[in-house]
């Protein structure tokens, strides 16, 4: 009886990935009136607000791997990205790039570099888990003007993500800090450049055309995300299963006296940031700080949509996803606490009632 029992289970879990599948096809057919809105509002997302935010820095990103811009920033970064980072200086592309751009434009960069041999295994890692951040467009624009139709907002919200990365990076510059090949930028430069053509007037409408190519391919990758994890959480809401998450941290909202209705949409922030921001920022409360705090640490997370689109990333590389898993939380930890500091510090930030 025991070993059947365990044939059971292994059973079962060999074909986990199956009974997923078959689930989330049987939802699309039986919620398929809500489906179809929620993949409406995808794609209007992906379309007005992804495209134009993302795709021309998908495109600038490209060419300017084919510059020398990469190593002149490295050259004059060194001597703060070393000490601060455990970085070599080129590293400050990724971060400089992360930070003006979004979500997943530092994974990209870090995985280029990896691809390219600009940094080592070790130190891609280490870009990974602070380089992939939301952008000013998205925190500002988007959820501070529109969401929570405040300026001040977006910019405090900027500042603490900003803070956080930081912060992320600092801690996460002992990561494998034992493993990193001290030889292995002897001749990075040259070794790159014989790789990674530089643009000239005749080679430009080809490289204009890979990098277009490229970009292309990255953000129709996001855009099928957006729309699947819509699907994934329409159908969770019309079935009840996400009520059913949300109940198991009532207790915890009680005792921090948090209002409970931030349960749900803090959960439909971990599988997918835009829509659990969107709802945080529409649920009316006397102390909107606990709105505020709750979105800063969703946009420091990032949400699993965005981890699996760092994954295929960087899947055609040997970097592992673990330190950025781990970053992002530490990112929405910090980003958090941060906002809860500022907003008691500075009376300019508290929108309390």
Same mark, same amino acid.
């Given at each position: =009886?025991i070993? $059947?029992n365990n044939? /059971? ?6 074909? !986990?990935?199956?009974?997923?599948l078959?689930?989330? *096809?049987? @939802? ?6 809500t489906n !179809?809105s929620?993949v409406?509002?995808g794609?209007?997302l992906?379309?007005n607000?992804?495209i134009?935010?993302?795709f021309?820095?998908?495109v ?6 084919? *510059?020398?811009? +990469?190593?002149?920033?490295?050259f004059?970064?060194?001597? /703060? ?5 455990n970085?070599?200086?080129e ?14 434009v ?11 041999? %600009? #940094?080592? $295994?070790?130190? #891609? ?15 500002? @624009?988007?959820?501070?003007?529109? =969401?929570f139709k405040?300026?001040?907002?977006g %910019? ?14 600092i801690?996460?510059?002992f990561w494998k800090?034992?493993k990193?090949?001290k030889?292995?930028f ?16 005749a ?15 990255? %953000? ?7 729309v ?5 959480i ?16 009532y207790?915890?909202?009680?005792m ?6 931030f #349960?749900?949409?803090?959960?439909s922030?971990?599988?997918e940031?835009?829509n659990?921001?969107?709802? +945080?920022?529409?649920?009316? #409360?006397?102390?909107?700080? %606990?709105?505020?705090i709750?979105?800063?640490?969703? !946009? ?12 295929s +990333? +960087?899947?055609?590389?040997?970097l ?6 781990? @970053?992002?939380l530490?990112h ?7 906002? /809860? ?10 929108f309390?009632?």
């Amino acid at each position: =009886m025991i070993l $059947k029992n365990n044939f /059971y289970v292994i059973k079962l879990k060999r074909n !986990l990935s199956s009974f997923i599948l078959l689930a989330f *096809t049987f @939802g699309l057919l039986i919620f398929s009136k809500t489906n !179809l809105s929620a993949v409406k509002n995808g794609l209007a997302l992906w379309a007005n607000s992804v495209i134009p935010s993302l795709f021309p820095f998908f495109v600038a990103t490209e060419l300017l791997m084919h *510059t020398n811009i +990469i190593y002149q920033l490295g050259f004059i970064l060194n001597k /703060y990205m070393k000490p601060i980072f455990n970085i070599r200086g080129e590293g400050s592309f990724a971060f400089i790039m992360g930070i003006v751009s979004g979500y997943p434009v530092g994974a990209k960069i870090a995985s280029n570099f990896r691809q390219n041999n %600009i #940094c080592s $295994k070790e130190e #891609c890692e280490r870009l990974l888990s602070f380089t992939n951040n939301s952008g000013p467009l998205f925190i500002i @624009g988007t959820v501070g003007i529109l =969401m929570f139709k405040n300026t001040t907002i977006g %910019i405090l919200l900027f500042i603490t993500h900003l803070l956080a990365s930081i912060s992320v990076g600092i801690f996460f510059r002992f990561w494998k800090n034992n493993k990193t090949s001290k030889n292995f930028f002897k001749n990075s430069y040259s070794k790159t450049q014989d790789n990674n053509k530089n643009i000239s007037l005749a080679n430009l409408g080809e490289i204009l055309a890979e990098s277009i190519t490229s970009a292309t391919s990255t %953000i129709l990758l996001i855009g099928g995300f957006i729309v699947v994890f819509s699907s994934i959480i329409s159908i969770l809401k019309a079935s009840g299963v996400l009520n059913i998450c949300a109940s198991f941290f009532y207790p915890i909202f009680d005792m921090l006296n948090i209002n409970t209705s931030f #349960c749900l949409p803090l959960i439909s922030g971990f599988l997918e940031i835009t829509n659990g921001i969107s709802s +945080i920022s529409n649920i009316p #409360c006397k102390k909107l700080s %606990i709105n505020i705090i709750l979105a800063s640490f969703l !946009l420091g997370f990032g949400g699993i949509s965005v981890m699996l689109q760092v994954l295929s +990333i +960087i899947s055609k590389t040997d970097l592992s996803i673990k330190p950025y898993i781990l @970053g992002k939380l530490l990112h929405g930890i910090l980003a958090a606490f941060y906002t /809860y500091i500022f907003i008691n510090i500075f009376s300019f930030f508290n929108f309390d009632l």
